[in-house]
T-cell receptor
Framework: AQKVTQAQTEISVVEKEDVTLDCVYE???????LFWYKQPPSGELVFLIR??????QNEISGRYSWNFQKSTSSFNFTITASQVVDSAVYFC??????????????FGKGTKLTVNP | DVKVTQSSRYLVKRTGEKVFLECVQD?????MFWYRQDPGLGLRLIYF???????EKGDIPEGYSVSREKKERFSLILESASTNQTSMYLC????????????FGPGTRLTVL
């Protein structure tokens, strides 16, 4: 079975602080994809990043960075110098081997980040 | 830009009513999905479809059905709405395996009284 655990339900920080959102996954597939999505108060999920299981390189995009470690089955997300606009619910998701022609995602329960001014 | 639209942002229905939630995508995607989102439970997959007229049950299909008569449109049907189906419903679509990011619609917040 596939599973994604986001142990942090809610995090509150003050603007300009760095914050890391944790994501731990379980899968028996050797080929899989990991995702992060952002859900701002407006409600629409916004894609942030996709990483495949063969690429363990860390990625940086502006203030966002992702640390993928297969040894610990983790795919953590760090926001540097957080801003109020980063306030949202963040979801980590896992997609394993395609079954029946479909591309199912398994989502974690999300981490609500509040950045206070 | 990929666009996934949902017919309503907010919907209020009564117990026992038949409810249709519509989702349309404009990127010729093969795969479409319906999720519900509840506090503390994250997103849970209800049904998905990887082709016209094809459908597969997700993790929580009970009380729901779907219809995909055209590639761009995927409908979620509550045959007899119940109060425990009050939730946020999210539709998503994705293309081929090599491009498997899911694009989400804005969501429909359904309240069943």
């Amino acid at each position: 079975a596939q599973k994604v655990t986001q142990a942090q339900t809610e995090i509150s920080v003050v603007e300009k602080e760095d914050v890391t959102l944790d994501c731990v996954y379980e899968t028996r597939d050797t080929t899989y994809y990991l995702f992060w999505y952002k859900q701002p108060p407006s409600g629409e999920l916004v894609f942030l990043i996709r990483r495949n299981s063969f690429d363990e390189q860390n990625e940086i995009s502006g203030r966002y960075s992702w640390n993928f470690q297969k040894s610990t089955s983790s795919f953590n997300f760090t926001i540097t110098a957080s801003q109020v606009v980063d306030s949202a619910v963040y979801f980590c998701a896992l997609q394993g081997s395609v079954q029946g022609g479909s591309e199912k995602l398994v989502f974690g329960k999300g981490t609500k980040l509040t950045v206070n001014p | 830009d990929v666009k996934v639209t949902q017919s309503s942002r907010y919907l209020v229905k009564r117990t026992g009513e038949k409810v249709f939630l519509e989702c349309v995508q404009d990127m010729d995607h093969e795969n479409m999905f319906w999720y519900r989102q509840d506090p503390g439970l994250g997103l849970r997959l209800i049904y998905f479809s990887y082709d016209v007229k094809m459908k597969e049950k997700g993790d929580i299909p009970e009380g729901y059905s779907v219809s995909r008569e055209k590639k761009e449109r995927f409908s979620l049907i509550l045959e007899s709405a119940s109060t425990n189906q009050t939730s946020m419903y999210l539709c998503a679509s994705s293309g081929d395996w090599g491009s498997n990011e899911q694009f989400f619609g804005p969501g429909t917040r359904l309240t069943v009284l």
